[in-house]
């Protein structure tokens, strides 16, 4: 891609458009004319923050990059906006149930987090979805409304189902899924050991298919849910037990991240059908839930892509509501009640990661010298291929002088291996056939985008990008973008308004080769860089990665004993501005080291003992020593990231 260098004609919303802000950021994000990017947390509602001047002020409070900035207004927005889906379908389609939503708590276990959506939707009587022990101990000490739902999934062991039990007795409404085969059989055992039962629910595994990454996660082999032949087998034992009464909820699961409404409304008829078929069994029902799956567009395509949903949220919940009501209508029998497990679509938008770049290799070379009177040929090569580049705006004779750039280089190489050509001279090769290229891309950008450009002068711009060094872990902050090859949206919060003239990708602070951002959305597609601005002296540049609100910190690991960054809850004030409700600040180097077990303390006494020892050889002064382990205990107690 070739990147146009004059500026004149470039806009804030020439930059919003170039990184997809107008399509995945509506309507939370936007751009000021300023080339600031604005957050409207309430959405279309009003109000708006400038992330800029807002990452200024944080710091201003003491607060370090990299920043996690949580908002929880558009958490509250999204539940509603949730909600107010379900809500018109439900009107549309002349639909007698309702829907009732639970937040499944591996999506980000936060504690901050997972109080505000109970606290938000508690008007909805909104619940949780739990798929661990400790997941279930959370959800239970949050939920105090007897009308919100707690979805009990996962692998459970005795104690667990009789959490479970104990809890519905407390007036929660816990539902144990059946999940696997051999978990009917400990319900039975633990219902008839305690005299009660919990509210029971059973998760069908679908032939339906889903696709993208997720596509084996559901089907004949998927890890979770009864096969037809083993789930009539559990509501025998359940009727044989006494507890059919209390098989109240269908579950089923196609997948995370559901790009293809097509797949949703395959897997809602064949669950419709289930459930129909479990209430003429005799098991009373009344819910159905529809599980997790409910897409984000990353990428703002609209595109059946694993970046993207080719539904809107109104799509998602028209479907679900009329396909349910057309299984159930014709046999009579009553609507459920509608639960979704919704994650990802939720928590993605509400926290937006800022990082700061400390420097980009490439940018600034240092001046070519003046060519010595004994120079070598190819090096004087170089310097006759360059002025001529300079010379000409003849695209046949540049794709040319490249070549023969190209060649010359090659020829310092293997002059430089022989021993011809030492260390300076062959860095002055480098640095002439680096001048080359950039000036054949200068002239690149002039001509219109349309221009008939040879492929190898096309791709020239790719191979002098830049490599700018970002001060984060991705295995910390990012995991998913390692893992899986998750895209997310990822751009600079200020100088919109000035067109980028670089090109680049991230590399972060671990020693690992992993450790780099080299995929970025580009309209349903994937590229490898990143349209960047060059650094300026003495000026910050920093970078936003947004819809990471899902998953990312739990996921997230101390590779290189990087921790957790600091992070920040904030409200808007209904008189403007906002309110900084909680910080949560980051691990420590010493926090890290004693999840791995190592003493602070004692390190450093050992450290403290060494230097006794070199003062005591004469190869360190007291001064000295005392320096050091002023150092030493301070690093202990600042955060593991880098700070200017």
């Known amino acids: 891609m070739v990147i146009q260098a004059n500026n004149n004609t470039w806009t ?49 409070r003491g607060l370090g990059l990299p920043l996690l900035i949580r908002f929880d207004d558009i958490l509250e927005d999204r539940l509603e ?67 919100a739902l707690l979805i009990c999934n996962g692998t459970k062991d005795r104690r667990y189902i009789e959490t479970a039990i104990l809890a519905r007795r407390l007036g929660r409404q816990p539902v144990v899924v059946i999940e696997q085969a051999d978990e009917a059989q400990r319900i039975i055992e633990a219902s008839q050991a305690l005299g009660a039962a919990p509210l029971i629910g059973i998760r069908a595994r679908l032939s339906s298919r889903s696709s993208g990454r997720w596509g084996s996660s559901v089907g004949e082999k998927a890890k979770f849910g009864l096969s037809l032949p083993d789930l009539l087998a559990s509501v025998e034992a359940l009727r044989d037990a006494g507890l059919l009464n209390e098989l109240r909820l269908l579950h089923f699961h196609v997948g995370s991240q559901i790009s293809d409404i097509a797949v949703l409304k395959d897997a809602l008829q064949e669950a419709g059908q289930i459930y129909v078929e479990l209430t003429r069994l ?79 290799e490439g940018q600034h070379q240092p001046a070519l010298p003046a060519p010595a009177e004994d120079e070598p040929l190819v090096l004087r090569n170089l310097r006759d291929t360059l002025q001529a580049v300079e010379a000409t705006q003849e695209l046949e004779q540049l794709q040319e002088a490249w070549n023969d750039a190209l060649k010359f280089k090659d020829d310092a190489l293997a002059a430089f291996r022989l021993g011809y050509l030492n260390l300076p001279q062959r860095a002055i090769a480098e640095q002439l056939t680096a001048a080359c290229g950039a000036a054949i891309a200068r002239y ?56 980028p003239t670089a090109l680049g990708s991230f590399a972060d602070l671990t020693c690992d080769s992993d450790g780099k951002l080299e995929r970025f959305i580009d309209r349903g597609q994937v590229k490898s860089l990143l349209e960047l601005h060059n650094l300026q002296p003495e000026q910050p540049y920093w970078i936003g990665l947004f819809l990471a609100g899902a998953y990312q910190e739990v996921m997230g690991n101390l590779h290189n004993l990087f921790g957790s960054t600091d992070a920040v809850h904030l409200r808007l004030l209904p008189s403007g501005g906002y309110t900084v409700d909680h910080v949560v600040r980051g691990d420590t180097n010493a926090k890290v080291m004693q999840a791995m077990e190592h003493n602070p303390e004692l390190l450093l006494e050992r450290l403290r003992l060494a230097s006794e020892e070199a003062i005591g050889r004469g190869q360190l002064k007291i001064s000295e020593a005392s320096r050091l382990m002023a150092h030493l205990e301070a690093s202990l107690g600042q955060t593991t990231y880098l700070k200017g």
């Open 12 to 60: 804030a919303a020439d930059g919003a458009a170039l990184y997809g802000l107008d399509r995945w950021g509506d309507p939370y994000f936007g751009v000021s004319e300023r080339g600031h990017v604005m957050v409207q947390p309430q959405g279309d509602r009003g109000g708006a923050l400038d992330l800029v001047e807002l990452v200024q002020e944080l710091q201003g």
């Open 81 to 147: 906006r949730l909600h107010a889906a379900f809500e018109r379908a439900i009107a549309q389609y002349g639909y007698s149930g309702r829907y009732q939503g639970v937040f499944p708590v591996k999506c980000n276990q936060q504690r901050h987090v997972v109080e505000q959506l109970v606290e938000s939707g508690r008007r909805w009587h909104f619940g949780l979805e739990a798929g661990s022990k400790a997941e279930l101990l959370i959800a239970l000490s949050l939920l105090s409304d007897p009308e």
């Open 282 to 360: 005799g098991a009373p029902m009344g819910y159905l839930d529809v599980g997790g799956g409910l897409g984000v567009d990353y990428d703002g395509s609209r595109t059946a892509t694993a970046a993207s949903t080719n539904y809107s949220l109104q799509n998602y919940a028209n479907d679900v509501v009329a396909t349910v009501r057309e299984c159930c209508q014709p046999h009579g029998v009553p609507v459920p009640t509608l639960v979704s497990e919704s994650g990802r679509a939720l928590a993605s938008h509400f926290s937006v990661l800022v990082f700061d770049v400390l420097g980009a």
């Open 444 to 499: 690149l950008g002039t001509l219109p985008a349309d221009a008939q450009v040879p492929e190898e002068l096309r791709r020239l711009p790719a191979s002098l990008a830049s490599t700018y060094y970002a001060n984060l872990s991705i295995f910390r902050s990012a995991p998913d973008t390692w893992a899986i090859d998750q895209l997310f949206p990822v751009l600079p919060i200020q100088r919109l308004h000035e067109r």
